[in-house]
């Protein structure tokens, strides 16, 4: 139980273009999930928490406008990094909650903006 | 002061001993902790979890809990390489179920 994938697995694409990245649990419901972002050598940095049917909350320094997260239902949430730039490029990491507050970490996402 | 601290390592064992893993936190309000591995490129993946003062086993795996010392430490019995990884310490620190992550610590069993 408790498994939580993500797609694409890894995506390139030209600066300037939008990407959108799937989050979704698989076996459970979540009411929250969270974008994290992981630059190479370095830990998880939280981007936003995802609340289904409302609006995310961002992290201090994180820019809603280009990050943006939506939490449609109970199994999916969405990133789309929106004009995207190289230095957006990173791992982009989706877990979210079945129960209590352990988080389930979905596979992850390598965004390489060219 | 970081909020979750780890020793950065990296730290070597020689296969089949035990890897002591440490990490400390800031606040005292703190509810939940929890270890997580993270092999190079892949997301990371949870051992445990504990919540309560004292040792919790998990198969090879041993968290231990210190509220009052604000420490919580994993320790890796009979070291594999397979156990070669980065191990985060992740806390609750009560808000709305987010999790702060310590840098991590690089762990290499040396066959």
């Known amino acids: 139980g408790a498994v939580v994938s993500q797609h694409p697995s890894w995506v390139i694409c030209k600066s300037g273009t939008s990407v959108k990245i799937e989050c979704r649990s698989l076996?459970?419901?979540?009411?929250?999930m969270f974008w994290y972002r992981q630059f190479p050598k370095q830990s998880l940095m939280l981007m936003a928490t995802s609340n289904e049917g409302s609006k995310a909350t961002y992290e201090q320094g994180v820019e809603k406008d280009k990050f943006l997260i939506n939490h449609a239902s109970l199994t999916l949430s969405t990133l789309t990094v929106t004009s995207a730039h190289p230095e957006d490029s990173s791992f982009y990491i989706c877990?979210?909650?079945?129960?209590?507050?352990?988080?389930?970490f979905g596979p992850g996402t390598r965004l390489t903006v060219l | 002061q970081k909020e979750v601290e780890q020793n950065s390592g990296p730290l070597s064992v020689p296969e089949g001993a035990i890897a002591s893993l440490n990490c400390t936190y800031s606040?005292?309000?703190?509810?939940?902790f929890f270890w997580y591995r993270q092999y190079s490129g892949k997301s990371p993946e949870l051992i445990m979890s504990i919540y309560s003062n004292g040792d919790k086993e998990d198969g090879r795996f041993t968290a231990q809990l210190n509220k009052a010392s604000q420490y919580v430490s994993l320790l890796i019995r009979d070291s594999q390489p397979s156990d070669s990884a980065t191990y985060l310490c992740a806390v609750n620190l009560g808000s709305a179920r987010q999790l702060t992550f310590g840098s991590g610590t690089q762990l290499t069993v040396l066959p």
């Open positions: 877990s979210a909650i079945p129960s209590t507050d352990t988080q389930y």
């Open positions: 076996d459970f419901q979540a009411t929250t």
């Open positions: 606040d005292r309000g703190s509810q939940s």
